[in-house]
């Protein structure tokens, strides 16, 4: 016994119905979990991992609610729908529309955020490396100073054994002038007794022009000794 058209166009109905009610029940399952992951701060690349594998699983439900609708006119159409059947077939289109501009939205968020951080993430690492340039050319400016520095103080050591050795040049003169002064004392005693004078009363006014009068005369008499 044959079955009856418009009964088994009804029980297709039926089924076709019932699978569209389980993927709109696991797409607003899953569309909740998305949107809480959209969130969260995408803090690594497992994250980016879930948030893509759950992409791929929605856009998947809603190509099979799409099909599953899509089967569901071509039924409905084919049994002369009555209103009952057209009301319920407009719904489970605009649910599943609604599912597809929600995940649209989300995935926009999502997109969006993640962008934002991205951009966060290269303005941190360029202010990193910018304070390491920083930090590496104040290291060069310390170290040239300090090269500076030390090339100052050579100069100023070189300077001061200059000074040195002109000190013990002069001082040798003077070590050789006291020696001629002694020989010369020692053979004209009359000069060493002036000296002596000259020590006793080296705080008095007259001193000083005693000193300049000895002073010429000795002048003479070294250059007088010197030239025998």
Request: net charge positive; proline share 2%.
């Amino acid at each position: 016994m044959n079955a009856n058209p418009m009964e088994e166009k009804r029980s297709e109905w039926d089924d076709l119905r019932k699978e569209a009610g389980r993927l709109e029940g696991d797409l607003d399952v899953r569309l909740s979990s998305y949107a809480k992951l959209g969130d969260s701060k995408p803090s690594s690349d497992s994250r980016d991992v879930q948030w893509k594998s759950m992409e791929m699983e929605i856009e998947s439900l809603i190509e099979k609610l799409l099909d599953v609708n899509e089967a569901m006119s071509r039924c409905a159409a084919a049994s002369h729908p009555t209103t009952s059947i057209t009301q319920k077939l407009t719904r489970h289109r605009d649910i599943l529309h609604e599912f597809t501009q929600e995940f649209k939205r989300t995935r926009g968020n999502i997109i969006s955020m993640r962008e934002h951080a991205e951009l966060l993430t290269s303005v941190r690492n360029d202010i990193n490396e910018y304070k390491a340039s920083g930090s590496s050319q104040n290291l060069l400016r310390e170290r040239a100073t300090i090269h500076g520095s030390i090339s100052q103080i050579d100069d100023v050591t070189g300077q001061a054994e200059a000074v040195k050795g002109v000190l013990a040049a002069q001082r040798n003169a003077f070590v050789n002038i006291q020696g001629k002064m002694k020989q010369l004392s020692d053979r004209f005693p009359v000069i060493h007794g002036l000296l002596g004078a000259i020590k006793k009363r080296k705080r008095s006014k007259d001193t000083i022009v005693l000193s300049a009068v000895i002073a010429v005369c000795t002048l003479f008499l070294i250059i007088y000794w010197m030239s025998k």
